[in-house]
Structures are given as C-alpha cells and as structure tokens.
C-alpha cells in the first residue's frame, strides 16, 4: 500500500491557504460581507500563510451559518383588535346589565345602593364603581370629569354620562346611556330608577338633555378624539 506523500511545512500552509479561500468564495455574496481590497485580500492570504488552520474553520462556520434555514417571523396586523373590542363589548353588557337591575328601586336623596336607594349622582357612581371607575359624588361634578362629547347621538357608547339641567343653570342631573338610545336615571319625579328615551317630548318636569361625558376608554379609533363641549 503506497503511503501519501508527506508535505513540507511550506507547502502545508499553502494547501490550507487554498482550502480557506476555496471556503470563502463558496459563500454567497450576501454573506461574505463587503468585496475587499486588493491590499485587503493580500493581508488576509498572509495571515491564511500564518495560520490557515484557523481562517478553514472560521469560513467553514460562516459557509455553514450561512446556509442554514433561517426563522420565518409572520408580523400580525393589529393583535390585540379583535380582542379589545370584544373586551369592551363584554365590559359594556355587564354595565348595561347592572344599571338595568336597579330600575324600581327607589329614589332617595344621597342614595348610593339598592338596600338604601339611589339618587341620580349616587346611581352613576355605584354602576361606575362596579367597574372600577371613580367618578365624583354630584351629578355637578360628575358633569366635568372624563371627554366631554355634546349632544351628538350617533357618538353615544353605553356608559357614557348624559347630563341634564334647567336652561341658564348647573347640571342637576345625571344618567347612565345604555343603548338604543335610551339611558337609566334615578329620577326624583318618578320616584325610582328608570330608563328613559333620550329623545322623550320636553315638559317643565324633564330637564334639557345638556352634554355627554365618556369615562369609560373605548375601542374605536374615536376613543382618542376630543370632543366638543
């Protein structure tokens, strides 16, 4: 059996030189980086003479690197959308819910439960605490917290506050907008809680429909708007 024959050191260094570079150029452009210098390349074949063990097994890292599948990452449109508005449908069904559960009961002045009753300001805040939402304790103060909408129907949201009062004068009264166009107040002149058509005939004993305040956050774009009152 013939034996190889043994290169000398020189011609060693030279083989492994060749096989480096042979490595490098197999890789595609894209990964052998920037094309070097003609002065570039020079150095690199000097130090491939000095040590071409280690420039084979960098490249053949690279070449290997470089030819493996590669992670594919698929970038959803909008994520969390679907269930935002799901969430806020949610949310709202239960606040409409409870506000509708305290129709009957009686109106009482300072009322703040079912056990004791409810007056308008004091029905707000129970439904709004119930959500983890503070609001204010008169239907005065409540009519200043949170996005003020106007009259604008078509932009009503169940929860949004409807604020009434007398022309010239304070806001007086509160109610809570449950949808359809309808809202559920404690009304002192009914005596209970209950709900109402927002566009019900004006009388001396119906306070004018004066604005619209959002405290609860919305889903729709509009959520981030100003409003107008």
């Known amino acids: 059996m013939t034996m ?3 290169l000398p050191p020189a011609a060693r260094s030279r083989s492994i030189a060749i096989l480096a ?15 070097a210098s003609a002065e570039q390349q020079g150095t690199v074949i000097d130090r491939a003479d000095a040590d071409g063990a280690s420039l084979l097994k960098a490249n053949v890292a690279r070449l290997s690197a470089a030819s493996s599948p590669k992670p594919i990452f698929l970038r959803s449109s909008r994520p969390f959308a679907t269930w935002s508005v799901s969430a806020q449908a949610f949310r709202d069904s239960i606040l409409v819910s409870l506000a509708r559960t305290a129709v009957g009961t009686r109106y009482v002045r300072g009322g703040q439960s079912f056990a004791s009753g409810f007056d308008c300001s004091g029905l707000v805040r129970y439904v709004m605490s119930a959500l983890e939402v503070p609001v204010p304790r008169t239907a005065a103060q409540q009519a200043t917290v949170g996005q003020p909408l106007g009259r604008d129907a078509r932009r009503l949201h169940p929860g949004d506050l409807l604020t009434f009062g007398r022309r010239g004068r304070d806001v007086s009264h509160v109610g809570i907008y449950v949808g359809n166009g309808r809202y559920v107040h404690a009304s002192s002149v009914a005596g209970r809680v209950i709900e109402s058509d927002i566009d019900r005939p004006q009388s001396p004993l119906v306070k004018a429909w004066r604005g619209t305040r959002r405290v609860l956050s919305d889903a729709s774009p509009d959520s981030a708007l100003k409003g107008d009152s």
Do not use: C, N, W
């Open 21 to 35: 570079m042979v490595a490098a150029f197999a890789l595609p452009a894209s990964a052998q980086g920037p094309a």
């Open 4 to 6: 190889p024959p043994i």
